[in-house]
């Protein structure tokens, strides 16, 4: 039996590599001669740059930066050499999955990859509970991370958007790379913008931005596909995880409607209903508008660059998971891109999430779901003691295919 775990992180709990590790040692116990495939996987969050190094190799790199409240820390980011002649199969797939995103028959040869977690440096787990306010918080410091990897040769960068403390529409991430905007009275913002910032933003001008950029290709790898605006965009679905209040949201809103309009008729780039813009924020749609990033789904991205529909191929079954599972994970999250690439390879899949809504359409990309939280286990039970239980669900997934 060839079995594929393919796990994304466990947020606040484990990582996707600690899960994966975890599962396998519950397939090993029921079938003692299977053939485990350990493939972590990310969405473009936190793990990405793990994932893609586990198949790629390369370097971690820091550089100094400002967290989300403007107060210094350092921050990492990957750095994959990519010269054909001593790649490693993963360098190759990493290379070919970045020209695809960017719409090129082939890679380029040469030069080398960075990939960038924004969560390193604007993440939400770096801003303490009680100080969580996307009024205030700001990207500054991904673009800082973007500059160093710049600094550090890159050509090529993969921006993982997901886990972000911010709602700023990527201002500070583009501020940091050298765009000026202009405030209401003709002020220039010389701090970094924060989302309460949008709505007094009245012009920007790229002709400062670092001249590097254009010579790079920047790929916004997405954790959702959400537009930026409006009922399901990335101020009312996730502000309120980020600190907002219904007031706040109502802001940070009518703040990003303003800035794609300031976009659209400055650069006739209709960004707002582009799938991902509003990733992280609305840092997608700042990307794109202010960099010329591409906007992929990060799951796709990440697979293909650590070769998962290949090792899909002959398998005969498929064991993910990540945190949560419901409808929210339709909107782009890795386990649905995990089930949809094993669909493809007439792979059946498994879910193991911490939690799961058992009546969500979600539901039915599987074939069959086992919760951590289920059978008495309460949620903070199941995470003191996600990795056992990660185990014991696999034993139980397993026994049970082998059984049908």
């Keep these: 039996m060839k079995v594929i775990i393919a796990p994304d992180k466990f947020k606040e709990c484990l990582s996707a590599a600690a899960a994966a590790a975890a599962m396998a040692e519950g397939v090993l116990e029921v079938c003692p001669d299977a053939v485990i495939d350990i493939c972590p ?3 473009g969050g936190e793990g990405t740059i793990d994932a893609v190094l586990a198949a790629a190799g390369g370097q971690l790199l820091t550089a100094d930066v400002f967290d989300p409240l403007g107060s210094p820390m350092r921050a990492r980011f990957a750095l994959i050499g990519t010269d054909t002649d001593a790649a490693l199969p993963g360098r190759l797939g990493l290379t070919a999955a970045l020209a ?5 028959s082939e890679a380029p040869a040469g030069g080398s990859v960075a990939v960038i977690e924004m969560s390193a440096a604007s993440g939400l787990a770096l801003v303490p ?3 969580r306010d996307p009024m205030r918080t700001s990207t500054f410091g991904t673009g800082q991370l973007i500059a160093a990897a710049l600094d550090a040769g890159a050509h090529r960068i993969i921006v993982g958007l997901g886990g972000s403390a911010t709602v700023d529409g990527g201002c500070g991430a583009a501020q940091a790379l050298g765009v000026r905007f202009i405030l209401r009275g003709g002020r220039e913002a010389v701090y970094p913008l924060a989302g309460g910032d949008l709505l007094e933003i009245e012009d920007f001008d790229l002709a400062p931005r670092d001249a590097r950029l254009g010579g790079a290709t920047l790929c916004a790898a997405c954790d959702v596909a959400s537009a930026l605006l409006g009922p399901q965009g990335a101020a009312v679905i996730f502000g ?7 007031e706040c949201v109502a802001k940070l809103d009518a703040g990003l409607a303003h800035l794609a309009a300031l976009i659209r008729r400055k ?3 209709d960004i707002a209903d582009r799938p991902g813009a509003g990733a992280a924020g609305g840092l997608g749609a700042g990307l794109a508008a202010f960099t010329g990033a591409t906007l992929q789904d990060g799951l796709t991205l990440v697979a293909e660059a650590i070769g998962l529909p290949r090792r899909l191929a002959g398998a005969d079954l498929c064991l993910t998971g990540e945190g949560r599972l419901d409808s929210q994970s339709l909107a782009g999250k890795a386990t649905i891109g995990v089930a949809r690439l094993a669909m493809r390879a007439e792979v059946p899949a498994i879910c193991i999430p911490g939690q799961a809504d ?12 086992y919760p951590l939280a289920a059978e008495g ?5 199941a995470k003191v003691s996600a990795r056992d239980l990660l185990r014991r669900r696999a034993a139980q997934a397993v026994s049970q295919i082998r059984k049908s």
């Design 41 to 43: 996987v990310a969405d």
């Design 100 to 104: 695809r995103a960017h719409g090129q």
């Design 129 to 131: 509970q009680d100080r």
């Design 240 to 246: 309120p995880q980020k600190g907002a209040t219904s």
């Design 267 to 269: 650069l006739d780039i």
């Design 358 to 369: 058992l009546d969500s359409p979600v539901r039915e990309h599987f074939a069959a779901v």
């Design 377 to 381: 286990i309460t949620p903070t039970a």
